[in-house]
C-alpha cells in the first residue's frame, strides 16, 4: 500500500473492543490448546458454552478461520471507543454493506445458514439481536478482564508512540511485526492473500493493538475509511500471569485482612460465593467487603447469567503492584 505524506498525518492508534471480541471468540471455538490465553478459555469457556453462545449469531458469524464480516469491526471512532459505541456503529451499518458481507462469508463457508439468511433479508431488524448477542458474550467473557486486558494494549501504544518519538514512522513499521516492512513510501504485507490498493481505501492507517489477534495480523479495508490493522500487542505473553500473595501483607494495615485477601483472590474474576469458598469468609461478609472496595474503585462488578463476577480495576491493580516494590 503506498503512502502519501496526507497518509503518513493520518496515521494514529485505537484500542477497539469488538477487535478482541471476534478474534476471541474465535479462540474459544478451536479445540487446539493455546500457550498464552489458556487459563482465560478454562475461566471463559464454560460461562460461554452454560449461555448458549456456542450455537448463536456469533458463533455463525465468526468460524474457527477464515474471514469475518467487516460489519463487526467497525472503524473506531476515537483512540478508544467505549463497548456501546462500537455496537451502535454495528447497529447502524448500512444494509448493503451487512449483504455485501454476508455474501462474502457465503462464499467462504458455501452457505449462509438459517439465521444469517434472516439477517442478510433484514439487517436493520437483525442487528439488534446480532449486538445483544455481543453484549452477552463481553460481560461474560471480556469485561471482568478489560482492566487488565487495557493495560497491556496502553502499554503497547505507549511503547509505539515512544519509537516514533525516537525513531520516525519507517521504524515503527518495521518494528510491528515480522510481517510488516517500510520502504520507499510503500507498506507491505508479506502473505496477505489480497493487495490493499490505497485507491480501495480511505485516507490514513489506523494501528490496533490486540490481546487475541495473533500470531499474525488481521486487516479490514472498507472505504470510506481508513485501512485497520490489527497487530499482536506487547507484553501479552504475561498477559494471564499471576503474582504471589504474600506481597501484599503491606496493604494489611490500609486495607484490613479480608479487603486485602479478596484483592488477591481476584486476580481471575470470581463470583461472592466462589471467592467465600476460597477465602473461609462467609458470603455475607464476601459482600459487604466488596461492597466496599466496588465503592472505593477498586473491583468491578459484571452479570454473567444469575451470578455476578467481580474483577479488580486498573486501580487496585496500581495499588497491589505498589505493595509489591
Avoid at 41 to 46: G, T
Avoid at 61 to 72: E, K, Q, R
Avoid at 104 to 129: I, M, N, T, V, W
Avoid at 293 to 313: E, F, P, Q
Wanted: glycine letters at 6%; a positive charge; charged letters at 20%.
Amino acid at each position: 500500500m503506498a503512502f502519501s505524506a496526507n497518509d503518513l498525518a493520518q496515521v494514529r492508534f485505537a484500542i477497539s473492543p469488538m477487535w478482541e471480541v471476534a478474534p476471541s471468540f474465535r479462540l474459544l471455538k478451536s479445540t487446539t490448546a493455546h500457550p498464552v490465553h489458556r487459563p482465560w478459555i478454562e475461566q471463559v469457556r464454560p460461562r460461554v458454552l452454560a449461555a448458549g453462545l456456542d450455537r448463536g449469531w456469533l458463533a455463525e458469524l465468526i468460524g474457527t478461520s477464515g474471514y469475518v464480516p467487516d460489519f463487526l469491526t467497525p472503524a473506531p471512532a476515537g483512540p478508544a471507543p467505549t463497548p456501546a459505541a462500537e455496537w451502535d456503529a454495528i447497529s447502524a451499518s448500512p444494509a448493503d454493506r451487512v449483504r455485501e458481507d454476508l455474501d462474502h462469508l457465503a462464499r467462504h463457508q458455501g452457505h449462509l445458514g438459517p439465521r444469517l439468511s434472516s439477517l442478510h433479508a433484514d439487517p436493520p431488524a437483525r442487528l439488534a439481536k446480532v449486538t445483544q448477542e455481543i453484549e452477552t458474550y463481553w460481560e461474560l467473557a471480556l469485561a471482568p478482564y478489560w482492566a487488565r486486558i487495557r493495560a497491556v494494549l496502553d502499554a503497547d501504544i505507549f511503547y509505539r508512540a515512544r519509537t516514533v518519538a525516537e525513531h520516525g514512522a519507517g521504524y515503527l513499521f518495521n518494528d510491528l511485526h515480522t510481517s510488516v516492512s517500510w520502504d520507499d513510501s510503500t507498506l507491505t504485507l508479506v502473505r496477505r492473500k489480497r493487495n490493499m490498493p490505497r485507491q480501495f481505501a480511505g485516507a490514513g492507517l489506523l494501528l490496533i493493538p490486540s490481546a487475541f489477534t495473533g500470531p499474525g495480523l488481521r486487516t479490514r479495508v472498507r472505504p470510506p475509511d481508513p485501512p485497520q490493522l490489527a497487530y499482536p500487542a506487547r507484553g501479552v505473553g504475561a498477559l494471564w500471569e499471576t503474582r504471589p500473595a504474600t506481597g501484599a501483607c503491606a496493604l494489611v494495615p490500609v486495607l484490613g485482612r479480608s479487603r486485602t485477601l479478596l484483592l488477591t483472590e481476584l486476580a481471575t474474576p470470581a463470583s461472592t460465593t466462589e471467592l467465600a469458598r476460597r477465602t473461609g469468609l462467609s458470603p455475607a461478609g464476601v459482600s459487604q467487603y466488596l461492597t466496599a472496595l466496588r465503592n472505593a474503585g477498586l473491583v468491578s462488578a459484571h452479570r454473567a447469567g444469575r451470578s455476578v463476577l467481580y474483577a479488580r480495576t486498573t486501580a487496585a491493580d496500581t495499588l497491589l503492584d505498589a505493595s509489591f516494590t
